[in-house]
């Protein structure tokens, strides 16, 4: 016989008595929600009939709501593919591990071999190996300077170098950057160093094309802002000089191209070439090793990594000149570089620049810099570092702009006798040199002397160029390869996908809820374990509170 369900039938009393009690409810509920003030959201009423163009409204707000979902569906996918390669990339792990422990030590030494390689390629001893061949190789060394602070950028070590190497190696200053400075600031600068070397100023073209990419470089160039002038100026007369002292030495002659991190010298590569031969980027120390680029039949380019500035400099000099890369360098180092920056700037100036109101020191410059520029941290907290970081980047990059005046009098370096002046001045033609400056000089367009920021150099930065008296910190290039996969390690342990994040919260809530059950607990068992040891030196924390304070939940008691 087969069972019958139970009934759901009820006596009218019981149906009403239960009907009653919701009703009751709901009142009581409506009442609590009006004394709070809070009032259910209102429906969207829609386009009225009346309204003109209504299907055009409707047709686009359809559009809107179809190109948000299939934005969440890209992101979705996204972190699957994400998720994947982790998950891939974890197995590759442990089945090397597995593999190095059934081969022995052998592999493990192999391993670690290869490992040295890498590391080597980053270190600060090849970076000075590589800037030494090219210095060694080149005929002519072209000298990169940033127009916004060209005696910042100098570097009298590398100028001694190659001025006391004896042969007909030359010396030329290329003054790039010239379109972030106001036009008789140029001028001044232009004056000043001519009397010390042949100086050529130089606008170096951006968004250059790239052969190798092209399907890359398109989409590229969605993101990238068009209004700037992708036109170069200044190589016309940087190659006829060169040339006309390739003519004269009556051979092919090679250029090497050195300078301090992100002065321009791979763009101005890129700019001769009329290609983006060398790679380029806003990130310091992109260029690692020596690499040849082929102008013409006469003139060989040589990209060279960017001067290792000395830890003796200055802190201005280290944050603008330093080869390490702000994403990897510690929040310290970067903090302590803006407010050297901004102890060299006009603080209205920066004010103006940024439109922020007045600021007392430099943490509260940055937050207030966060929080309109909307860089939060969870909770709304100003995110002090990354804001540092971006910052940093945009005074070294060609973003900000702003000048340093030259000094009074010009008193040239020892190294630089008047024999060694007219030595290094002599196969090029300077009158005509003089004529091409003054022609790109009238060809661009600067920034007005009010709109760009008054700054006041630190002078020229020491720079190490022999390998030998370079101080390696071992742990600090280590990092910047082994971090990257402890990152990629951590972040699959903390990385929580939007659709767990509901649970998450449910999770925090029953916590919370578990906390203010503890308190009570927690503050009658306080008093009790150390009423006796209450005066003793010994506890790092004073159990004598007010009432507010002992109600507050204390974290170093939570786990005395």
């Known amino acids: 016989a087969e069972l019958k369900k139970a009934s759901k039938r009820l006596t009218c009393h019981k149906r009403y008595k239960i009907q009653k009690k919701i009703r009751e409810h709901h009142r009581k509920v409506r009442k609590e929600a009006k004394k709070r003030g809070r009032k259910k959201p209102k429906k969207d009423p829609g386009v009225p009939s009346a309204a003109p163009f209504k299907e055009e409204l409707l047709r686009e707000a359809e559009q809107r709501k179809q190109r948000l979902e299939e934005l969440k569906q890209k992101q979705k996918l996204n972190r699957q593919k994400e998720h994947e390669k982790k998950r891939k990339l974890e197995a590759k792990k442990n089945a090397a591990q597995i593999t190095e422990k059934a081969e022995g030590k052998g592999s493990s030494g192999k391993s670690k071999a290869k490992t040295n390689k890498l590391l080597d390629k980053n270190s600060k001893k090849s970076f000075c190996r590589e800037l030494k061949k090219v210095i060694e190789a080149s005929d002519v060394v072209l000298e990169v300077l940033d127009a916004r602070d060209p005696m910042g950028c100098r570097c009298p070590q590398l100028e001694q170098a190659v001025t006391c190497s004896g042969g007909d190696k030359k010396l030329l200053l290329v003054l790039n950057k010239i379109d972030l400075v106001p036009k008789e600031n140029l001028e001044k600068w232009l004056n000043y160093l001519k009397k010390e070397f042949p100086t050529v100023a130089f606008k170096s073209a951006t968004l250059m094309k790239d052969k190798t990419m092209p399907e890359q470089f398109t989409k590229r160039r969605a993101r990238v802002d068009l209004s700037r002038t992708t036109e170069c100026f200044g190589s016309k007369c940087l190659l006829k000089l060169l040339q006309e002292h390739g003519k004269a030495q009556n051979k092919a002659i090679q250029v090497g191209v050195v300078g301090f991190p ?116 969870k909770g709304g907290v100003p ?178």
């Open 262 to 377: 992100n002065v321009g010298k791979s763009s101005i590569i890129n700019s001769l070439k009329g290609v983006r031969a060398c790679n380029v980027g806003l990130a310091r120390g992109v260029t690692k090793s020596m690499q040849i680029v082929h102008i013409d039949k006469q003139t060989k380019m040589l990209d060279s990594p960017s001067i290792i500035a000395d830890p003796s400099n200055s802190a201005l000099a280290l944050a603008l000149r330093s080869i390490i890369d702000t994403e990897e360098s510690g929040s310290a180092d970067v903090l302590e570089g803006v407010d050297a920056i901004l102890n060299h700037c006009s603080k209205q100036q920066v004010m103006m620049h940024y439109s922020i109101p007045d600021f007392r020191n430099t943490e509260e410059f940055l937050t207030l810099l966060a929080q309109k520029r909307g860089m939060l941290k």
């Open 383 to 560: 995110d002090v570092e990354n804001i540092a970081k971006l910052l940093l980047c945009d005074w070294t990059g060609a973003k900000i702009s702003y000048h340093s005046q030259p000094p009074g009098s010009q008193r040239p370096p020892p190294y630089l006798t008047e024999d060694k002046i007219a030595e290094m001045q002599e196969c090029f033609n300077l009158k005509n040199l003089e004529e091409e400056n003054n022609n790109t000089v009238q060809a661009l367009k600067y920034p007005s002397p009010a709109s760009s920021i008054i700054f006041q150099s630190a002078g020229m930065a020491n720079g190490t160029i022999e390998e030998n008296k370079v101080i390696e910190v071992a742990s600090e290039w280590e990092n910047l390869e082994t971090s990257k996969e402890g990152k990629e390690e951590e972040e699959e342990d903390f990385t929580e996908s939007d659709d767990d994040q509901d649970d998450v919260e449910e999770e925090e809530e029953k916590d919370v809820k578990e906390v203010n059950q503890a308190l009570a607990l927690v503050s009658l068992t306080r008093h009790f374990l150390f009423s006796e040891s209450e005066h003793s030196n010994s506890l790092s924390f004073s159990l004598d509170k007010t009432a507010d304070e002992d109600d507050a939940y204390d974290f170093n008691t939570d786990y005395v």
